[in-house]
């Protein structure tokens, strides 16, 4: 079993909708979440995150960690053509440990 | 908004040549890391490093890569003999000792390995 899956897609939705972005993971001792945001040969951008289980919002984005199902999700709404991109979901044990990154989704948001 | 800085943003080079890869962490950043992609494959991680030694590496990590803090601002890594397969983006990292692990990547050394 991998230790981070992430559906690659690509995933297009229609501009304005709502975007769910899913992860599941393997170790249940991952304490630490984020989404990053990858743009085509850049590096990856910090867009969310959360420590243990729980929710966070920021703006339109909204980040949810279910540690019981081993489950995370990146919500987006109001999706705008700038949110194409790779979504890269990554955990870590703790603090100031290693990032290991799922695969990345990418997400078209058409016009 | 600081930020980390990569350099160079290409690099090409002949197999079996030794090549550095440099960056500046965010200023008030303790913690540095390095990770690769390679084309079309996920961020891995490679080598951390705190108050000037390696605190972790990866399997990736063998004898002919090694890091370096030279000064006050630079971070480096450093491949002795370079071999087809390191062809891959570099990212530099640093974060924080706030707490948390929130990491910020560089915009990344495009390593082509000839």
């Known amino acids: 079993q991998k230790e981070v899956e992430q559906d690659p897609g690509p995933l297009s939705v229609p501009e304005g909708a709502i975007v769910s972005l899913n992860c599941t993971y393997s170790?249940?001792?991952?304490?630490?979440f984020m989404w990053y945001r990858q743009y085509s040969r850049k590096g990856p951008e910090l867009l969310m995150y959360?420590?243990?289980?729980g929710n966070k919002e920021d703006g339109r984005f909204t980040a949810q960690v279910d540690k019981s199902s081993k489950y995370i999700s990146l919500f987006i709404r109001d999706s705008q053509p700038s949110d194409s991109a790779t979504y890269l979901c990554a955990m870590s044990l703790y603090r100031d440990d290693k990032i290991i990154f799922g695969k990345g989704t990418r997400l078209h948001i058409l016009p | 908004e600081p930020e980390v800085t990569q350099t160079p943003s290409h690099q090409v080079t002949q197999m079996g040549q030794e090549v550095i890869l440099r960056c500046v962490p965010i200023?008030?950043?303790?913690?540095f890391y390095w990770y690769r992609q390679i084309l079309g494959q996920k961020v891995e991680f490679l080598v951390s490093?705190?108050?000037?030694?390696?605190?972790?590496k990866s399997e990736i990590f063998d004898d002919q890569f090694s890091v370096e803090r030279p000064d006050g601002s630079n971070f480096t890594l450093k491949i002795r003999s370079t071999k087809l397969e390191d062809s891959a983006m570099y990212f530099c990292a640093s974060s924080p000792t706030s707490g948390s692990n929130e990491q910020f990547f560089g915009p990344g050394t495009r390593l082509t390995v000839l």
């Open positions: 170790n249940s001792a991952f304490q630490y």
């Open positions: 959360t420590y243990s289980s």
């Open positions: 490093f705190y108050n000037n030694e390696i605190s972790e």
């Open positions: 200023s008030n950043h303790l913690y």
